[in-house]
């Protein structure tokens, strides 16, 4: 059972990296003195000579120098070049290199850069039933509106000219790694692995554009149920719609069919996201924490199997768990999608002990048919049919276990406001006290999940509705 409060829900997408999907379920094996490799690696491995993975390093040792024995065990050994973290690097390792890093002290693990994917369905929901289903439109009403808090959005970039979130993008960033193993391209507006600065998170480059669609729109749909500000054409406010937002694009565009088809991507090109990538926007999160108020990341993202316990001892699934309880010690808390899977058990990164996981309900307070759910949830928010914000000014409906996550992200934003004092775990267990109580049985168990209501956790007035 995950270190929370009490049992909740949490909402994710889904990974699609075949190789995490038939990965084994127990942990990763592991050498005195040495890391924890992942089975999944080995494994992928065994079907092909070069596998792109994260060395994770122990805290303050020199992955140059590491970088530097990994090439030289192996020939077909490539360091990526990526923007740099003095916690983890990214290379294309073979066997040869393995066999190098089994005893070596320096590293903690060293698991597949894994590709996941951004899941949303076109059917649709109204924002202003959802934000009414969790009561944000009465704590605004009532002025906690998440003004002087900021919620930043790991996705695909932001529409930065969309009315709905004028003059409140506070600073963005782009994580998008390259490779042409896969022919993965940067999206990036600089075309390079990384950029910052207002500009990075565009979600209206060209690139973004396939098939006559822009595919970048989750990013800005995300964002809008979190914190978009009422304006004409809109159907309501978002959660917070007085936070600023700190968008983050951690997608690439993937041009080649066979990478695509193998996430179960339904054409060419595809947009997926790096777990080395996520990590990196994680980290700068982190450091942008204090003087941004951050007070939640959002990641409708993630994937692989399904998780009934925490997933923090293996190496690939667990691949968060340092930078989550980083950005929980600095107040922020980190929201996760639990997965459209349906299932009893949640994907990964919401499997991670300090995530918060969030599941989809729909505006009857029934679990949608595609929200994974059990006791691996802390939090269930509306996620079916939901109307919000896309590019080129525009709105449009999705459902999702990803539309699900921003309403508890903005909740979280907008609690800053009102209890200033208080800590993640604190008003984590606020929201699932005042939330409504949804209970169902998952694997021959019942299970109690609160879906939020953010005006009985600030309002006297409300706690008996």
């Not at 290199?97 to 698991?111: G, H, N």
């Not at 980083?326 to 922020?332: M, S």
């Not at 499997?351 to 996981?357: M, Q």
């Not at 299970?447 to 005006?455: D, G, K, P, Q, Y």
Request: proline residues 5%; negative net charge.
């Amino acid at each position: 059972m995950k270190l929370r409060p009490l049992l909740t829900g949490m909402v994710a997408l889904a990974t699609v990296s075949a190789a995490l999907v038939a990965a084994p379920a127990g942990s990763a094996d592991s050498r005195a003195g040495g890391p924890l490799i992942s089975p999944a690696l080995v494994a992928e491995m065994q079907r092909t000579e070069r596998v792109r993975s994260i060395v994770e390093l122990h805290p303050g040792q020199d992955g140059e120098a590491v970088a530097r024995d990994i090439m030289a065990a192996s020939a077909a050994a490539r360091i990526v070049e990526t923007a740099k973290s003095p916690n983890f690097f990214v290379a294309e390792l073979d066997n040869a290199c393995l066999d190098a890093l089994k005893d070596d002290y320096r590293v903690k693990s060293v698991y597949a850069d894994e590709l996941s994917s951004a899941f949303m369905d076109d059917n649709t929901k109204l924002l202003d039933v959802s934000t009414k289903v969790i009561g944000s439109d009465r704590a605004n009403a009532a002025g906690w509106t998440g003004k002087g808090a900021t919620v930043a959005i790991l996705d695909t970039g932001i529409d930065e000219d969309h009315p709905f979130f004028a003059g409140r993008i506070t600073d963005e960033a782009c994580f998008s790694s390259a490779n042409p193993s896969v022919e993965a391209v940067s999206l990036c507006p600089n075309g390079q692995p990384s950029q910052t600065g207002l500009g990075a998170a565009n979600a209206e480059t060209p690139l973004c554009i396939a098939n006559g669609v822009n595919q970048c729109r989750h990013g800005s749909h995300v964002a809008g149920i979190a914190a978009g500000a009422m304006v004409r054409g809109a159907p309501s406010n978002g959660v917070a719609p007085a936070a600023a937002i700190l968008p983050i694009q951690v997608f690439t565009r993937i041009n080649s069919a066979t990478a695509c088809g193998a996430a179960g991507a339904p054409a060419t090109p595809c947009f997926l996201s790096y777990t080395s990538d996520q990590k990196l926007a994680l980290e700068y999160v982190a450091k942008a924490a204090k003087a941004r108020h951050i007070a939640a990341v959002n990641m409708s993202l993630g994937g692989g199997r399904m998780w009934t316990e925490p997933c923090d001892n293996d190496p690939r699934a667990g691949a968060h768990k340092a930078q989550f309880d980083a950005l929980r010690a600095l107040g922020v808390a980190p929201v996760v999608a639990a997965g459209n899977s349906g299932n009893d058990g949640v994907a990964s990164p919401a499997c991670v002990s300090s995530a918060i996981a969030v599941g989809a309900t729909d505006d009857s307070d029934q679990i949608a048919a595609f929200s994974n759910r059990g006791a691996m949830l802390d939090v269930f928010a509306p996620g079916v049919k939901i109307n919000s914000s896309v590019p080129g000014g525009k709105f449009a409906e999705l459902s999702g276990t990803s539309m699900a996550a921003p309403h508890v992200t903005g909740g979280f934003a907008v609690m800053r406001q009102a209890f200033p004092g208080l800590g993640v775990a604190q008003v984590m267990a606020k929201l699932q006290n005042t939330g409504m109580d949804i209970s169902y049985s998952s694997e021959f168990t019942e299970v109690s999940t609160e879906r939020i209501n953010l005006a009985r956790a600030i309002l006297p007035s409300q706690s008996a509705l």
